[in-house]
């Protein structure tokens, strides 16, 4: 029995992101989802178009008439899905190992971040993890060189 590469649901939200990087064209998906992941997945016309399909029908995509090729570009919609979906994306990450979402913002790392520390709810020791935490933020406070602050001491409870 064969094993799936994408689970349910995960393919039109990995093209979205693609979309939503720069507009493409149904060969330039298929190209990216080629450079991506490699010999793990062959992108196929008979899974992409129809995935591709399916995002427009829900106004997630607008294709556009460009020469002689459609170009997708994400919508307002899209946009506000690929928000609401952005912790399942992070996830979808970090099972294949590729970074697809907007790297720039901080919040892209925390949703990350997140997904990646989720499982271990109620696994490790909370406040042990809240003194690591509380380092990294600080870590990444000094980044910031606008603003000097302070190192806060967490209070205990």
């Given at each position: 029995?064969?094993?799936?590469?994408?689970?349910?649901?995960?393919?039109?939200?990995?093209?979205?992101?693609?979309?939503?990087?720069?507009?493409?064209?149904?060969?330039?998906?298929?190209?990216?989802?080629?450079?991506?992941?490699?010999?793990?997945?062959?992108?196929s016309p008979g899974s992409v178009?129809?995935?591709?399909?399916?995002?427009?029908?829900e106004g997630l995509i607008a294709g556009e008439a460009v020469e002689d090729r459609t170009v997708y570009r994400?919508?307002?919609?899209?946009?506000?899905?690929?928000?609401?979906?952005?912790?399942?994306?992070?996830?979808?990450?970090?099972?294949?190992?590729?970074?697809?979402?907007?790297?720039?913002?901080?919040?892209?790392?925390l949703t990350t971040f997140k997904a990646r520390l989720s499982p271990l709810n109620g696994r490790v020791d909370p406040s042990a993890a809240a003194e690591i935490l509380d380092r990294a933020a600080a870590e990444i406070e000094q980044l910031n060189p606008s603003k000097p602050r302070k190192k806060q001491q967490r209070s205990k409870r």
């Open positions: 029995m064969s094993r799936r590469f994408f689970k349910h649901g995960e393919l039109p939200l990995v093209l979205l992101a693609l979309v939503a990087e720069h507009p493409r064209h149904g060969y330039e998906i298929m190209s990216e989802l080629t450079r991506l992941f490699g010999p793990r997945y062959r992108a178009y129809p995935a591709i399909e399916a995002l427009q029908t994400i919508t307002k919609s899209g946009e506000q899905a690929l928000a609401d979906r952005a912790e399942m994306l992070a996830l979808i990450e970090l099972r294949l190992q590729v970074r697809l979402a907007d790297g720039e913002s901080l919040d892209s790392a």
